[in-house]
């Protein structure tokens, strides 16, 4: 999967790439959650890592509370980041280290694919370490068991989100 990540542009190296990967396989093994889904959601939410709020210091991997939302005033920094380049603030999560993004990313789709009840005690830290996830509605909560079913739930509209996962899983598993 790293050749995948090849000569990409951007801030990343290929040796943060294969940092940024490890995170990724080794909480998908504890979480039992297959990992190239994984990736291949954060590939879709980041354009291989090349988006804004991929870039450190944000490093958010998954859309984590990214709306879209803006503000020329002062926010709070736990779910806001400041754009320098826009002079804005930007509402989203950042997280500290690649390590922890990917417990969060992989914390949140545990979230919609488990009900708490159903979380051995290694998922239920990776759940908790997301912030979005106490957000998450009790009826979703525990009911995403397809990847079509995360269409107009984790990203609105979503038209397809699922399907575009699974295409790009297929490319990073060939």
Same mark, same amino acid.
């Given at each position: 999967?790293?050749?995948?990540?090849?000569?990409?542009?951007?801030?990343?190296?290929?040796?943060?790439?294969?940092?940024?990967?490890?995170?990724?396989?080794?909480? /998908? @093994?504890?979480?039992?959650?297959?990992?190239?889904?994984?990736?291949?959601?954060?590939?879709?939410?980041?354009?291989?890592? @090349? /988006?804004?709020?991929?870039?450190?210091?944000?490093?958010?991997?998954?859309?984590?509370?990214?709306?879209?939302?803006? /503000?020329?005033?002062?926010?709070?920094?736990?779910?806001?980041?400041?754009? /320098?380049?826009?002079?804005?603030?930007?509402?989203?999560?950042?997280?500290?280290?690649?390590?922890?993004?990917?417990?969060?990313?992989?914390?949140?789709?545990?979230?919609? $694919?488990?009900?708490?009840?159903?979380?051995?005690?290694?998922?239920?830290?990776?759940?908790?370490?997301?912030?979005? $996830?106490?957000?998450? =509605?009790?009826?979703? @909560?525990?009911?995403?068991?397809?990847?079509?079913?995360?269409?107009?739930?984790?990203?609105?509209?979503?038209?397809?989100?699922?399907? =575009?996962?699974?295409?790009?899983?297929?490319?990073?598993?060939?």
């Amino acid at each position: 999967v790293v050749k995948k990540f090849q000569n990409l542009g951007g801030a990343y190296t290929l040796g943060d790439y294969r940092t940024i990967l490890k995170h990724y396989e080794n909480t /998908s @093994r504890v979480a039992n959650v297959n990992p190239y889904i994984a990736v291949a959601q954060m590939v879709k939410e980041t354009d291989w890592c @090349r /988006s804004w709020w991929s870039q450190r210091p944000r490093r958010n991997a998954a859309g984590i509370g990214v709306t879209g939302e803006k /503000s020329a005033k002062e926010q709070d920094k736990n779910t806001w980041a400041f754009d /320098s380049s826009e002079n804005v603030w930007k509402k989203g999560y950042s997280f500290p280290s690649w390590e922890i993004a990917a417990q969060a990313h992989i914390g949140h789709l545990l979230a919609y $694919a488990y009900t708490d009840q159903q979380l051995n005690t290694q998922q239920t830290y990776f759940v908790a370490t997301d912030p979005r $996830a106490k957000f998450i =509605s009790k009826d979703i @909560r525990g009911a995403i068991k397809t990847l079509k079913q995360l269409d107009g739930k984790w990203a609105v509209p979503g038209k397809f989100y699922g399907r =575009s996962i699974a295409i790009i899983a297929n490319a990073l598993r060939a």
